[in-house]
């Protein structure tokens, strides 16, 4: 996900919201420092926060569940970047060494990443590592489902600061404008388009606080987990719609464009409901996994 020079974002004629675009907060010698890595950070550190917070209030040791933190963190971005390396593999297939270099034409940071691809590898280290405690993976992941989906209220923000991740052209009263130099100019000119990126941000705040509620309530053991499989998937799937994507990333479906992350959106609803439907019935204490 890279950032031009741009300095402000316009918004549609029909409003006088005009929020600043900031995609490099400051520089610390040669190195710029990033808004969208800062947000990331900031999604990091509440998260476990929240965690310990949790962990504690129920009486349970912390070390497991921040090592589990570290684990997600170091293989969500290494699993991002290989799902957009594989995705993208003509621009990489003559230079592989290029995929991981975080110094490009004098800019520092790794451009490009995909987050289906940092999720699945997040959670099959997450998973190992659980197993191998002999803790209940979905006990576990009960405790991280609102950590997670407050991170995508938090990061998203970031993705908009730098203006990746952007939407398709619209008309609605709240569309925006990226102005010369960022990536959606690129595309789009000064067309105005969805900010996918708050869409992605408010349902992320949304969510964490349903699961929040939910945690204090919940009535079996991967009841979090299954909801939140489930939610993303759906949200997922709806905000594919609106947000745009190179060629590349689209296939044609019954005469209908769909993306990748669609198709991986409707496994984890199916993941999701299995995992519901087969605990529910299960005693607070006890999980099937």
């Known amino acids: 996900m890279t950032a031009g020079p741009a300095t402000a974002v316009q918004v549609s004629r029909n409003t006088k919201w005009k929020p600043p675009m900031l995609p490099e907060l400051f520089r610390i010698g040669p190195i710029p420092v990033r808004s969208y890595g800062v947000m990331m950070a900031l ?56 995929a991981f270099n975080p110094f490009h034409e004098g800019q520092f940071g790794i451009a490009g990443l995909n987050l289906y691809g940092g999720v699945l590898l997040a959670l099959i280290g997450s998973f190992l590592y659980i197993r191998y405690k002999k803790m209940s993976v979905l006990e576990v992941f009960d405790y991280f ?62 969510l964490f606080i349903a699961l929040h509620f939910l945690l204090k309530h919940r009535r079996f053991i991967g009841q979090l987990t299954a909801v939140m499989l489930m939610a993303e998937a759906v949200f997922r799937f709806a905000i594919e719609f609106v947000r745009y994507y190179e060629n590349a990333m689209m296939f044609s479906f019954l005469g209908h464009e769909a993306t990748y992350n669609q198709v991986i959106a409707a496994l984890l609803f199916l993941l999701g409901l299995i995992l519901y439907i087969v605990n529910r019935s299960r005693q607070p204490h006890r999980a099937s996994v």
């Open 43 to 98: 999604a990091f550190l509440f998260g476990v926060w929240y965690v310990k917070r949790m962990t504690a209030r129920d009486g349970k040791p912390f070390d497991p569940y921040l090592n589990v933190a570290y684990i997600m963190i170091f293989g969500g971005v290494i699993g991002a970047r290989l799902a957009y390396v594989f995705m993208h593999w003509s621009d990489f297939a003559h230079n592989l060494l290029s």
């Open 145 to 206: 489902a609102p950590a997670l989906a407050l991170g995508i209220g938090i990061g998203r923000i970031g993705c908009f600061l730098n203006g990746c991740c952007f939407g398709t052209p619209c008309d609605l009263p709240w569309a925006i404008s990226f102005p010369k130099g960022s990536i959606p100019y690129s595309v789009f000119g000064s067309a105005h388009i969805h900010p996918s990126q708050l869409y992605t941000s408010l349902y992320g705040f949304g």
